[in-house]
């Protein structure tokens, strides 16, 4: 596989948090890579380091030792400014919770990073109609945040994820919050707008079939032990 192939590389990353005998170390010599347009889950138990593995390809942190590529550039040496550019670039983020901002509308949720990033009012609400529509929820453009349910909230926090048009979806447990039905269909939703959009995406799930309805499986196991790429 030439490297132009990968979105994201992952060598000898080593991460832990603390100092002294409080220190602990999460993740350890840990590879990873995701091919452009690989629809990737991570999967492994609560506090094996998943969302901190997430929080370093999305440049919110920075690994204690070890390379981390996006898009076949070297993410380690940019400085503060070019890391906020290269995450506004490329990465679209969705969490378990939605982080909607209330007193806006949903239209207005979805355009509000367009707007941060200088476009227009009105080139922001095509953008932001167009992924409503997308997500299946144009006719909720008008409604606030509170006024929707789980499942229609994470909707929307996946089209304003996808507002900038990122390569690359990030997403820690973005059905974490929902029942049974709610979690398979945004799961549904998230990998037909990541062949549409032609994504490189990321998943952590503790659901072993969203899971498997992912291209591969990433399984993080504690610090201590190997890792296996399944
Ligand atoms: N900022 C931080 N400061 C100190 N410790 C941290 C910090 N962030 C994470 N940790 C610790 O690192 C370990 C891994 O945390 P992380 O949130 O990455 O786990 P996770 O696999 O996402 O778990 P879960 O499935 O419960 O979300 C945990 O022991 C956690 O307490
Ligand atoms: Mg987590």
């Known amino acids: 596989m030439s490297e132009t192939d990968l979105m994201v590389r992952l060598r000898g990353v080593s991460k832990g948090f603390g100092a002294g005998s409080s220190r602990i170390e999460v993740l ?19 506090g094996v380091g998943k969302s901190t593995l997430l929080h370093l390809i999305g440049l919110l942190e920075r690994p204690d030792a070890g390379k981390i590529e996006l898009d076949g550039l070297d993410a380690g040496t940019a400085g503060p400014e070019e890391r906020a550019r290269l995450r506004n670039r490329l ?42 529509e997308e997500v299946g929820l144009a006719g909720r453009a008008d409604a606030f945040p509170d006024q929707l349910s ?32 709610n979690a398979e ?26 899971a498997a309805r992912c291209d591969r499986v990433f399984r993080l196991a504690a610090a201590a032990e190997h890792r296996t790429d399944v």
Do not use: C, W
């Open 185 to 210: 269909h945004l799961f549904s939703l998230i990998r037909e707008l990541h062949l549409l959009e032609g994504l490189t995406s990321i998943i952590v799930t503790h659901n072993e079939k969203i």
């Open 150 to 181: 789980g499942g229609e909230q994470q909707r929307i926090a996946v089209a304003r994820a996808l507002a900038m048009k990122p390569p690359l979806l990030l997403a820690d447990e973005p059905t974490g919050n929902l029942d049974r039905p």
């Open 91 to 132: 990465i679209g983020f969705v969490f378990q919770f939605h982080y909607l901002l209330t007193e806006l509308d949903v239209l207005e949720n979805v355009a509000l990073p367009l707007r941060i990033a200088g476009k227009s009012a009105r080139e922001a609400r095509i953008r932001a109609g167009r992924l409503l």
């Open 28 to 46: 350890r010599d840990l590879d990873l890579e995701a091919r452009r347009g690989e629809l990737l889950a991570v999967v492994g138990p609560s």
